[in-house]
T-cell receptor, first 115, second 118 residues
Framework: QKEVEQDPGPLSVPEGAIVSLNCTYS??????FMWYRQYSRKGPELLMY????GNKEDGRFTAQVDKSSKYISLFIRDSQPSDSATYLC???????????????FGTGTQLKVEL | EAEVAQSPRYKITEKSQAVAFWCDPI?????LYWYRQILGQGPELLVQ????????DSQLPKDRFSAERLKGVDSTLKIQPAELGDSAMYLC????????????????FGPGTRLLVL
């Protein structure tokens, strides 16, 4: 079993829809949770970062972490065609001053927002 | 905006040949990572540097892969000999300190080098 599980999709939604992307994990030591967006043939770019449990909102994006269920979500409101990309969840157990911050990624969910 | 630079962007090689990838992190970023991303999967860490020192290379196939960051700035990842299973995207990322001097949580990724081994 992988440490981080993510539905690979593809997920296709109409423009304006609310999108829910999810990951589950098994390592209870994970404390830092991130969502990256990756366009085709590009490197991942950080969208959201949260520490421990709770919600965080940034514009049309909301990240939720439920450590008791080992479950994280990314919600996209009013989805746009430009949101079409692969969304990767990533998590780490500790950020050390001299190093650390090893990220464990999910497989990514491919999202397509159609006009 | 500062970016992580990688070259080449694409590389096609035959198995048993040697290949090398180059990464220039964001200026001032002491921590540098090399990841491998197989199509349809998430990136997996190969090696992590803090300045010129290797912090973690536990997932690096050392019989064929090597990485260096001699002056603690740019880095080179080498594969010799390349195998068919090495076909993947090789991503470089870096991490630095914020204005407060505290190490940032964010890793900034370059565009990657897409390798195809024939």
């Amino acid at each position: 079993q992988k440490e981080v599980e993510q539905d690979p999709g593809p997920l296709s939604v109409p423009e304006g829809a609310i999108v829910s992307l999810n990951c589950t994990y098994s390592n209870s030591a994970f404390q830092y949770f991130m969502w990256y967006r990756q366009y085709s043939r590009k490197g991942p770019e950080l969208l959201m970062y949260t520490y421990s449990s709770g919600n965080k909102e940034d514009g049309r994006f909301t990240a939720q972490v439920d450590k008791s269920s080992k479950y994280i979500s990314l919600f996209i409101r009013d989805s746009q065609p430009s949101d079409s990309a692969t969304y990767l969840c990533a998590m780490s157990d500790l950020i050390l001053t001299g190093g650390g911050n090893k990220l464990t990624f999910g497989t990514g969910t491919q999202l397509k927002v159609e006009l | 905006e500062a970016e992580v630079a990688q070259s080449p962007r694409y590389k096609i090689t035959e198995k048993s040949q040697a290949v090398a990838f180059w990464c220039d992190p964001i200026s001032g970023h002491a921590t540098l990572y090399w990841y491998r991303q197989i199509l349809g999967q998430g990136p997996e860490l190969l090696v992590q540097f803090q300045d010129e020192s290797v912090v973690d290379d536990s997932q690096l196939p050392k019989d064929r892969f090597s990485a260096e960051r001699l002056k603690g700035v740019d880095s080179t990842l080498k594969i010799q000999p390349a195998e068919l299973g090495d076909s993947a995207m090789y991503l470089c990322a870096s991490r630095g300190r914020g204005t407060s001097g505290r190490l940032e949580e964010t890793q900034y990724f370059g565009p990657g080098t897409r390798l195809l081994v024939l």
